[in-house]
């Protein structure tokens, strides 16, 4: 089984790809499409969860993402159509550096996908391209919550803490407007999720022979969470407007 193949298994019982429960979902789209808003994008969408809720929430809403992945731009279609937004709901398969729009947008997302631009500031610069005047941008990041140890550092990459993330963020020439930082539950339920969806899937398909592979990830991935990283990494989601143009 392959990477993206395994991601779209782990994430079967928590399809918001980042440590946020519904509730939090629902409150940073409304933090971050004011009334007014006409249109959002998604810069690496996945399967489109973040906007699929958004356009179910918002009528007025128009929605356009970005993803290199072509399985969960198809996922994302099926979802749009079973939800009856397909109309308003725009997919490229491409590159999200890449990306060119000729309209801008009141909101511009990218939680937990700063990896695909080699990192936070790089994002926010390729947001900042696309954004309409006024508009914000919706981020999430880790971060480091406790001293971590260099296996941590190792595993998951080089963070900062919190306060200097939000620091980095601000000397760059954006103001948070709104912020979640994700509780001890969230960020349980979100591995459990990952790792028990993984092993329920080897164990309901054991004549399958990515089985005991699919297995042996789910095990040594949430021994790796429970062990090395579980008590010092968090996760925070900004809404951000620019200071400065």
């Known amino acids: 089984m392959n990477r993206e ?22 409150r940073l789209l409304e933090r ?7 249109r959002v994008l998604d810069l690496g969408c996945g399967g489109g969860e973040w906007l699929l809720r958004a356009l179910a929430t918002y009528p007025q809403l128009y929605a356009e993402g970005v993803d290199v992945s072509e399985d969960s731009l198809a996922d994302a279609r099926q979802s749009a159509i079973r ?25 511009v997302l990218s939680v937990g996908a700063t990896h695909a631009f080699g990192g936070l500031l790089p994002t926010l610069a390729a947001a900042r391209t696309h954004l ?14 406790r001293e971590p140890s260099p296996e941590a550092i190792e595993m998951l990459g080089d963070y900062s803490d919190l306060a200097t993330t939000v620091d980095r ?29 993984l092993a329920s899937w080897a164990l309901d398909h054991p004549a399958d022979p990515d089985s005991s592979q699919v297995l042996e990830t789910a095990t040594t991935r949430r021994s790796e969470w429970l062990r090395v990283y579980r008590d010092t990494w968090g996760f925070v989601s900004l809404i951000l407007r620019q200071t400065s143009h």
């Open 32 to 38: 971050g499409l004011p009334p007014g808003s006409k």
């Open 83 to 107: 939800l009856g937004v397909e109309e308003r709901l725009v997919l490229h398969h491409q590159e999200a550096e890449g990306f060119t729009s000729p309209h801008p947008f009141d909101l």
């Open 169 to 197: 963020v601000v000397a760059d020439g954006w103001t948070p407007v709104h912020g979640h930082v994700s509780t001890r539950g969230e960020l349980d339920d979100y591995e459990w999720a990952c790792w028990g969806s």
């Open 132 to 145: 309409a005047p006024g508009g914000r941008v919706l981020i999430g990041e880790g971060f480091w919550d």
């Open 5 to 26: 193949q395994m991601s779209k298994v782990a994430h079967a019982d928590h399809p918001i790809k980042s440590p946020v429960d519904d509730d939090s979902v629902r």
